[in-house]
Structures are given as C-alpha cells and as structure tokens.
T-cell receptor, first 115, second 115 residues
C-alpha cells in the first residue's frame, strides 16, 4: 500500500526566504506526482505535475523535483511571500490502468509566511 | 474551460433531509471523483467514475449515492446523513487513461454541515 509523508507538518518563515517542502512515498511504481495548494476551507489548486520520466518542473517561483528511485519529491519556493501561506499537498498517481485512478495524498505541510 | 464547478458552495441540512451536490466539467475528462475532507486532513477518496461507470467505491455508506448522468456531470445524493458527515466535499476530474495525463483538476468544494 502506497504511503505518502510530508515533512515538515508546519512551517513558519519570514517573507523573502527560500524554502523547501518535502514529500516521500513508499512505492516507486508511480505514474506521476502532483503538488497542490489549498487555502483554508477552499478546494485544491494544482501547482505542478511531474511525470515519472521527468526530474523536475518549474512554474514561476516554484520548482518541483522528483527522484522516483528514492521515493522523494521536493517543492522549492523562492522568495516567499505572505500570499504563499497555505497548506501544500503532494499526491502520487499509481502506474495502473483501468479503475486504478486513485491518488494517494500526503499529510500536508501548513506554510505561514510572515511579514 | 479548465475548471471544475461545484454547487452549492455551502449546504446545511438536517439528518432527515435529502440533498444533492453537483459537479460539472467541460474539459473532456472521462474520469470524475468525489473526495471527502475533514479539517486538517488530506482528502479521502469516496468514488471514482470512469467513462460514466462507477469503477471505485471506497466502502462509502449507502447514505451517499453517486450518479454520473453524462460525461460532464457528477452528482452526489445525500440522505439521512449524520453530524460526523460534516466536511468539505471535493469533486475532481482527470483523463481516464494514463496516456495524455495532465493531472487532476479539483473544484472549490461544497462545505457541508449536518445538524
């Protein structure tokens, strides 16, 4: 059974700092990994999607890396801003066909960026 | 259109009521999902529809009844709910097959309160 863990569970940083969020998964047979952002009481916003054949993806100040063999992904946020405050979730999609469209979510990292 | 639209955004219902949640997407995605999310927890999968057919039911109580009338619409019918069913209900969609996968798109959710 796939298990996904995110460290740290919570993080508070001053504005402008660069930071790294970690995601670990136990089964390397994944199809892709997706990073989401969730504001309190809201839905999930997709940030980056990394296919299993890729090593990293970038979007603006965000960079996500994937090391499938070691079961790790990181989300790097450059020059953090108060608007980045949210919960960040990683989710892995298994490499199966048919009805196996099941995402396994990580436990989440709650980020607070202070002025 | 790159969105998943959920209605209503908020719902308060009594334990004897019958209500429905609605989810709509026009991205041509053939897999649609219902997730349940409690506070400070990751989303939990409830149901998966693939090509309008129920492919996964994660042992959800029968008081939750999903329906997929067509490829763009997903409903969740609610009846005789319990207060512990109060949560954020999220709808998502994705390509049904692994090829050409662009990840999951989530709606903004329905905040359900059972009184």
């Amino acid at each position: 059974k796939q298990e996904v863990t995110q460290i740290p569970a919570a993080l508070s940083v001053p504005e402008g700092e660069n930071l790294v969020l970690n995601c670990s998964f136990t089964d390397s047979a994944i199809y892709n990994l997706q990073w989401f952002r969730q504001d309190p009481g809201k839905g999930l916003t997709s940030l980056l999607l990394i296919q299993s054949s890729q090593r990293e993806q970038t979007s603006g100040r965000l960079n996500a890396s994937l090391d499938k063999s070691s079961g790790r992904s990181t989300l790097y946020i450059a020059a953090s801003q108060p608007g980045d405050s949210a919960t960040y979730l990683c989710a892995v999609r298994p490499r199966v066909t048919g009805g196996g469209n099941k995402l396994t979510f990580g436990t989440g990292t709650q980020l607070k960026v202070e002025l | 259109d790159t969105e998943v639209t959920q209605t209503p955004k908020h719902l308060v219902m009594g334990m004897t009521n019958k209500k429905s949640l609605k989810c709509e997407q026009h991205m041509g995605h053939r897999a649609m999902y219902w997730y349940k999310q409690k506070a400070k927890k990751p989303p939990e999968l409830m149901f998966v529809y693939s090509y309008e057919k129920l492919s996964i039911n994660e042992s959800v109580p029968s008081r939750f009844s999903p329906e997929c009338p067509n490829s763009s619409l997903l409903n969740l019918h609610l009846h005789a709910l319990q207060p512990e069913d109060s949560a954020l209900y999220l709808c998502a969609s994705s390509q049904a097959v692994l090829g050409g996968d662009y990840g999951y798109t989530f709606g903004s959710g329905t905040r359900l309160t059972v009184v």
